[in-house]
């Protein structure tokens, strides 16, 4: 059980991290990565809800193919274990984790809006505070235990503090028309 709960929180910092690179690095002219992360992310951070239109597949391919080809050489290697099957599952549903907490209530399975109110998952309130101010805080998606953490221990801003000298002058700033 332990070790679940490490393995969850884990995958919930790298979802943290990765969002942290997702909002602070590139622009939306950058080959690939533009159209891949920066625009959906800016349109993301403007209008919340659009999103939630997109059906699993479309907010969830990227994650279902490298759990798939993480999976795949495990399975190569003969090292398939419940642990690797958890990161995969819940992995590669991240950003359908994100998205309930935009989705109307109604569309939420009820086990899902359980979860959240028992706050084992991360839940709307929780997440909101990531579409506040400059949207530099909660990056983590999947848990309400690792953000109010890494935001007091000023994680991400010494992420920043790091990261921004090595790859990039500045942090990327929304664009006026994505609020
Ligand atoms: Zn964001
Ligand atoms: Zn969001």
């Known amino acids: ?3 679940l ?6 995958l919930d910092l790298i979802s943290g991290i990765v ?5 602070t690095f ?8 533009g159209k891949w992360l920066v625009i959906p992310n800016e349109l993301h951070h403007g209008d919340p809800s659009a999103f939630v ?3 699993w597949l479309q907010s969830s391919w990227d994650l279902l193919l490298a759990g798939l080809v993480v999976l795949g050489i495990a399975a190569m290697l003969g090292e398939i274990t419940w642990q690797l099957l958890v990161i995969f599952l819940v992995g590669v549903n991240a950003n359908q984790i994100h ?3 935009h989705s109307p209530l109604n569309d939420v399975p009820k086990i899902i809006l359980t979860l ?13 505070s990531h579409h506040s101010g400059e949207k530099n805080t909660a990056y983590c998606v999947i848990t309400p235990f690792i953000n109010p953490i890494m935001d007091r221990l000023g994680f991400f801003r010494f992420l920043d503090k ?8 500045s942090r990327r700033e929304d664009l006026p028309h994505s609020g």
């Open 5 to 10: 709960i490490v393995l969850i929180i884990l």
């Open 99 to 101: 998205k309930w907490n």
């Open 162 to 169: 790091v990261f921004l000298k090595l790859i990039h002058p």
């Open 53 to 55: 239109k997109n059906t």
């Open 19 to 23: 969002h942290w690179a997702e909002d």
């Open 1 to 3: 059980m332990i070790e």
């Open 26 to 33: 590139w622009h939306e002219s950058t080959p690939i990565i």
């Open 116 to 128: 959240q109110n028992i706050k084992l998952l991360q839940n709307r309130n929780h997440h909101l």
